[in-house]
């Protein structure tokens, strides 16, 4: 009987061993389920924060580019302002100049016209206009641009005349100067045979 009794003790010591297991693999089960629960929550938050900084990264960069493109609309308005303000002059002696003779538009003297165009070209070369040089000069594809070619006992390529006046802006092509070269006389052409 006391064999018996033994056998029941290791029994139950048994059952309440493996009860032990139980128990301690159900918790650690429930602690892995609540730390890949806390996992999850924690990853969804970063991925939340991530979120949250892309948009505001976003809306400061939109920011950005609007107050960057109201910049340039104001710097392009002042810039308009600032010549048409150094023009003015320039607009008030045409006025003068019509005023004066609106009675007898035919006698307007070429000599106010010219100081009224001096006037202009310097206030235009205070800001940057270059007018090209052109006649004489050998023709060069960078600021020049031939619309004519005519026979001319010039060396071939010389600019002959000037068609429309090129301008450079603080050292970059604002408009080439429109020009008529020189090409070679072809032999025999134009010659009077004498008998």
């Not at 020049?144 to 390529?157: K, L, N, T, Y």
């Amino acid at each position: 009987m006391s064999e018996e009794k033994d056998n029941v003790i290791e029994i139950e010591i048994k059952d309440k061993e493996s009860a032990n297991e139980r128990t301690e693999a159900e918790a650690s089960k429930e602690t892995s389920v609540e730390e890949a629960v806390s996992e999850a929550s924690n990853k969804e938050s970063a991925e939340s924060d991530y979120y949250n900084q892309l948009l505001r990264v976003q809306a400061e960069f939109q920011n950005y580019k609007r107050r960057t493109e109201q910049r340039m609309q104001e710097w392009r308005a002042n810039a308009a302002r600032d010549i048409i303000t150094k023009l003015l002059p320039v607009v008030d002696d045409f006025d003068i100049l019509f005023d004066h003779h609106k009675d007898d538009s035919d006698s307007v003297s070429i000599k106010g016209v010219k100081m009224i165009y001096d006037k202009l070209m310097s206030t235009l070369k205070d800001l940057g206009l270059k007018p090209i040089d052109a006649a004489g000069r050998s023709f060069d594809p960078n600021v020049h641009e031939a619309v004519m070619a005519e026979e001319s006992d010039a060396e071939e390529g010389k600019v002959l005349k000037v068609w429309q006046r090129g301008f450079m802006f603080n050292d970059s092509l604002l408009r080439p100067a429109k020009v008529i070269t020189a090409k070679s006389k072809k032999s025999g052409e134009g010659d009077v045979n004498e008998k």
